[in-house]
């Protein structure tokens, strides 16, 4: 499975737009772009999920370029409870199969 | 709709005893995994059930865990004996055709 690198921490403030990049120069073709979050005490959370180009849902957007080997979430507006820890993870998707292989993740802090 | 959960939700034992957490997947849900972070490490696989057959079980640590999901619904992870090192938070997670849902964890500590 690919390995992904991001940012160990980043911090924000209440009403910005945050953007945290990934690398994964070996993603294989088969392989999705998945993003997780999680809060303290609990079990990480479905964010967003793309294979190419941009993606966006009600929490996220992902964007992803053509060579897919890096991709950026980006979090509009955050709050304080935006604050948690995200993780990029590559995984073979279309199966129901997730096998994902964690990294440490980037601690987002939030502040007024 | 019910999540996945877990239990117990904490778990304190003496090194040498027994334990087992439970989990119980989202219902319909065939794959179900097991996770875990120890102190200080990132979150680790552990195994992958689709309905009761075990699909792929590289990341248990040893032979003395044993995880079974008879019957293809709930499942159980069992740690005997339990050591020092096994203390951490176990996560149980389930999908069908799309992400992973996961619990919030079990929090075992061995003394």
């Known amino acids: 499975l690919a390995k992904t690198t991001q940012p160990i921490s980043m911090d924000s403030y209440e009403g910005q737009e945050v953007n945290i990049t990934c690398s994964h120069n070996?993603?294989?073709?088969?392989?999705?772009i998945t993003w997780y979050q999680q809060f303290p005490s609990q079990g990480p959370r479905f964010i967003i999920q793309?294979?190419?180009t941009k993606v966006t849902n009600e929490v996220a957007s992902l964007f992803i370029p053509a060579d897919r080997k890096s991709s950026t979430l980006s979090l509009p507006r955050v709050s304080l409870s935006d604050t948690a820890v995200y993780y990029c993870?590559?995984?073979?998707?279309?199966?129901?199969?997730?096998?994902?292989?964690f990294g440490t993740g980037t601690r987002l802090l939030v502040s007024p | 709709e019910a999540g996945v959960t877990q239990f117990p939700s904490h778990s304190v034992i003496e090194k040498g005893q027994t334990v087992t957490l439970r989990c119980d997947p989202i219902s319909g849900h065939d794959n179900l995994y097991w996770y875990r972070r120890v102190m200080g490490k990132e979150i680790k696989f552990l195994l992958h059930f689709v309905k009761e057959s075990k699909q792929d079980e590289s990341g248990m640590p040893n032979n003395r865990f044993l995880a079974e999901r008879t019957g293809g619904t709930y499942s159980t992870l069992k740690v005997q004996p339990a050591e020092l090192e096994d203390s951490g938070v176990y996560f149980c997670?389930?999908?069908?055709?799309?992400?992973?849902?996961f619990g919030q964890g079990t929090r075992l500590t061995v003394v």
């Open positions: 070996n993603i294989a073709t088969n392989d999705y």
């Open positions: 997670a389930s999908s069908q055709e799309g992400e992973a849902f």
């Open positions: 793309g294979y190419k």
């Open positions: 993870l590559v995984a073979t998707s279309g199966t129901g199969f997730q096998k994902l292989v």
